[in-house]
């Protein structure tokens, strides 16, 4: 017996694909209608979301045969605890950033707002598809689905961006071809493509050459689409110039929805035994804590702030990635496991969708691109500027912030592995980032207006952006606090332990 | 080295074609500077991948699978249908990637009247590099 909420899986992802459709016809009839159409799609997406984590959490996962097929035959949508959890956060961005988009795409891309919203609503379904689905092939159509829209959006601006979207789209198609061709081996070995009957058939196969060829072709293919360090090449310029809200969706939930891939597929697909077997996650801890360097000090090398964003989320993309290496062999209770990780999943996609957001308000108001033209801002843009502040400590590691309780875990995790070298690295990083958010802080507030004449005359004394792009700002800006409190005092944490429970990266006492 | 060489290469060539057009079309995305042939390249190097999965399909001996009680008696065995049906999504999702690409070369043709990597790169620096 079925309830209603046991059909949201599919629903989630019919009705965006719907929208889409949905408001091109009607764009076509009445321009104004796009916005809207994507913002209530949206919400009742998002609203669809929270009911199932809700359901997740108190009566298990929910499994859904498409068309009554059973697997391994047909295609599974399984939504346990990890995926509702990631559904919710990736739907609330995309709620944001669609608000956020209405006034800032009228102003950015004003003959393009009805394919603008159309695309955006497949991006959407691309990435509720790959957090639900739970068949390996069909994560791949959505991976690309979510790619494809992502390449035409970034793009959208032209110019440059059609260059950097190029680029993202060669090697994003690379990586998507290593996670095909990782399929391929899988399916070679077992004959099947349901992730729970994989799970099954993997454990004889642990030592077979082709499996851990496997798992490897996983790793490097989902790296590329997440900007793992040494792989990033594509971020900066992609997220430098695409438009604001896309910047935010990038940082703050593409690549984290690759990351949720790869937990899924190391942890449900494969599984602890297995990762035991190799050395990977040791190598994989070791090229994050490069990556958070390296990101860090890239990032202030950099004059463009949205450029100097987006080296920071490889930096932070170095976070998830260590605590995800750190995470079998964290026992101890409140940093156990993928607890850091999936923290910092929702932290950053807090924190960046913000940054990128402010960022965004600067160029739609005096198109300000370089961190030096900020001056004076903070007097002008009071609001904008504050979120930006309370985003900026974020991601230095200020308590009680989101980025604070992150850290603190991951140093923990390290602590309690033995590998101090990494409490050194996110100590280092921490003071990189207030090194290089500090630079721009100063600009807003403590540098004279002696250059006023010549970059942004057109502000007058006090000019905001429009409430509908401000709300949005200052919702992300004071969930990083709220979130952060309530990460320290533990109210949402038992829930990210079922996710390790499920994984058997702790015994439940 | 003579076993070697029947054991590992000739019984599965398959893998090595693949392997090799894998490889070209990868040398054609990193060494090409023109636009165009960049997607050629990865053209290949996907359908590199497409004939990996249809050449683990295969069984001996096999026809199509269309499946009736009379070919089952007379001991006929089927070709596995699933790797099929994959790369047929896969395949539209290759097209739909080339088209993609294809509409960026058209638009930066466009902008800047080359398809040439590098001269691109000249140009939007002379531009500037935030050329809004």
């Known amino acids: ?509 | 080295m003579m076993e070697w060489l029947i054991e590992e290469v000739f019984a599965k060539y398959n893998y090595w074609i693949s392997i090799i057009l894998m490889l070209i079309g990868f040398y054609a995305m990193i060494a090409k500077d023109n636009l165009i042939k960049k997607i050629i390249g990865l053209n290949i190097f996907q359908t590199a991948i497409f004939l990996f999965f249809i050449s683990l399909a295969v069984v001996k001996g096999g026809t199509a699978p269309i499946v009736s009680q009379e070919m089952i008696s007379k001991g006929h065995v089927y070709v596995n249908p699933l790797p099929h049906v994959l790369i047929l999504t896969a395949i539209v999702v290759a097209v739909s990637t080339t088209a993609v690409a294809l509409s960026l070369i058209i638009r930066m043709y466009e902008e800047y009247g080359t398809i040439q990597e590098e001269e691109i790169i000249e140009k939007s620096r002379e531009k500037g590099m935030t050329g809004v």
Request: with cysteine; glycine share 6%.
């Open chain 1, 1 to 509: 017996m079925q309830t209603a909420i046991e059909h949201f899986p599919v629903l989630i992802v019919a009705i965006s694909l719907f929208s889409a459709i949905t408001i091109l016809v009607a764009g076509w009839i009445n321009k104004k209608t796009p916005p809207f159409i994507s913002i209530a799609t949206i919400l009742a997406q998002f609203v669809a979301s929270i009911l199932i984590l809700n359901h997740v959490l108190t009566k298990g996962p929910i499994h859904y045969w498409l068309g009554g097929w059973k697997p391994p035959w047909g295609i599974e949508y399984v939504v346990d605890v990890l995926n509702a959890y990631v559904l919710v956060i990736l739907l609330f961005l995309g709620l944001a950033c669609a608000v956020y988009s209405k006034r800032s795409i009228e102003h950015e891309l004003p003959h393009k707002i009805v394919s603008f919203y159309a695309i955006y609503q497949l991006l959407i379904t691309g990435l509720c598809g790959v957090t639900v689905t739970g068949d390996i092939f069909n994560m791949y159509v959505f991976i690309e689905i979510m790619s494809l829209s992502a390449y035409a959006l970034i793009g959208s601006r032209g110019k440059i961006a059609l260059k950097a979207s190029f680029t993202y789209l060669v090697l994003g198609s690379i990586g998507a071809c290593f996670f095909l061709l990782g399929i391929g081996f899988l399916y070679s070995v077992t004959g099947s493509l349901n992730m729970h009957d994989l799970s099954l058939l993997l454990p004889p196969l642990y030592g077979n050459r082709i499996v851990k060829a496997a798992f490897v072709l996983f790793i490097v293919g989902l790296s590329i689409k997440m900007a793992f360090f040494p792989l990033h090449t594509w971020l900066p310029d992609a997220h430098a110039f695409a438009p604001s809200e896309i910047s935010a969706m990038l940082s703050g939930i593409i690549i984290e929805v690759c990351t949720y891939a790869f937990i899924r597929l190391a942890f449900s697909v494969f599984s602890v035994n297995f990762i035991r077997l190799l050395p990977i996650f040791d190598i994989l801890c070791w090229v994050a804590g490069i990556a958070i360097i390296m990101g860090s000090i890239l990032a202030m090398t950099q004059f463009n702030l949205k450029r100097m964003l987006a080296y920071s989320s490889v930096a932070n993309m170095g976070y998830i990635m260590l605590a995800v290496g750190l995470s079998t062999s964290a026992r101890n209770y409140p940093w156990c496991g993928l607890t850091p990780a999936l923290m910092h999943i929702l932290n950053h996609a807090l924190m960046k969708g913000c940054l990128f957001l402010v960022a965004g308000a600067f160029i739609y108001k005096a198109d300000l691109w370089d961190i030096t033209e900020l001056r004076g801002l903070g007097r002008k843009m009071p609001y904008t500027c504050a979120a930006f502040v309370i985003a900026a400590i974020s991601m230095i590691g200020v308590p009680p912030s989101v980025g604070f309780v992150s850290k603190l875990y991951i140093i923990f995790a390290s602590l309690e592995a033995k590998k101090f070298a990494f409490v050194a690295i996110l100590l280092v990083s921490s003071l990189l980032n207030l090194i290089y958010f500090w630079r721009v802080i100063e600009t807003m507030y403590m540098k004279g207006e002696e250059g006023e004449e010549h970059s942004h005359a057109s502000i007058s004394s006090k000019d905001e952006i429009p409430l509908s792009m401000l709300i949005p700002v200052l919702t992300l800006a004071s969930l990083c606090i709220v979130m952060g409190v309530l990460w320290l005092a533990g109210i949402t944490i038992p829930a990210l332990n079922k996710v390790n429970a499920m994984f058997g990266l702790v015994v439940i006492r």
